[in-house]
């Protein structure tokens, strides 16, 4: 939720479940309460939903794509030519925009989970860990176990050879993180300055850090990178008209 000056009032993340609508309604009421604001005076409120389960958002005004809202909410933090990397939890995307702002063309990855957030919970699961815990294990390894496979259920089982094999856990999650690198750097070039959006990129700053390595130009993470699309969709709501 966004005041007309553009500022984050108020936020909310939910697991969506198997139940969509319901969802996006805790989302909506949550982050208005965080706002100050009650369900019952939000009537005046403009909503724009996106991601893949914007047309369950039974309060929303418009609806706009996760290309468009991701591009326009990293935008707002660096308005010059950028290129945007979302690593979501079911797909990962590459926008590139112009000075102006002005998409130039996209990529997804939508063949597998390999190089997404579903990923790395697969394996953080097989690995009997919690998510939060792979960032401190890639980050303290001192050596780097290559997974090459592509599929994620067939990297799960490459992983468990490697621990049969008595490969160190943290050298394994390593791998794991630069798995998800190369899987975004084969989707398109990284050209100028690339900017990080999504909850993989939130709660895994090393593997921010691996991507910077493997890139020529500059790197950032946006405020809050898990709500970039979020932010965008909010922008919209602000500066275009009710239907």
Not at 117 to 141: K, P, V
């Amino acid at each position: 939720m966004l005041d007309s000056d553009g500022e984050i009032l108020g936020s909310s993340v939910v697991r969506t479940g198997i139940d969509l609508p319901s969802a996006t309604q805790t989302a909506i009421s949550d982050a208005l309460a965080a706002a100050g604001v009650k369900d019952k005076d939000a009537e005046g409120i403009r909503i724009v939903s996106t991601g893949f389960g914007r047309k369950n958002v039974s309060r929303a005004d418009a609806s706009k794509t996760e290309i468009a809202c991701h591009a326009r909410g990293c935008y707002s933090f660096y308005p010059e030519a950028i290129t945007v990397v979302d690593i979501g939890g079911q797909d990962s995307k590459v926008i590139r925009l112009d000075a102006s702002g002005r998409r130039l063309h996209f990529k997804m990855n939508r063949k597998c989970a390999a190089g997404t957030g579903a990923f790395l919970e697969e394996i953080a699961s097989r690995l009997d860990m919690s998510l939060d815990e792979l960032n401190g294990h890639a980050a303290a390894a001192d050596s780097e176990t290559t997974i090459g496979s592509y599929c994620t259920v067939f990297a799960a089982t490459e992983i468990l050879a490697r621990i049969r094999a008595g490969a160190d856990l943290a050298s394994i999650v390593r791998g794991v993180f630069s798995s998800v690198v190369n899987r975004i750097l084969e989707m398109a070039p990284l050209e100028g300055k690339v900017v990080l959006t999504g909850g993989v990129v939130a709660h895994n700053p090393f593997l921010v850090k691996m991507i910077a390595k493997r890139v020529e130009g500059s790197v950032v993470v946006p405020p809050e990178p898990q709500l970039t699309g979020a932010l965008g969709a909010a922008l919209f709501a602000r500066d275009e008209p009710r239907d």
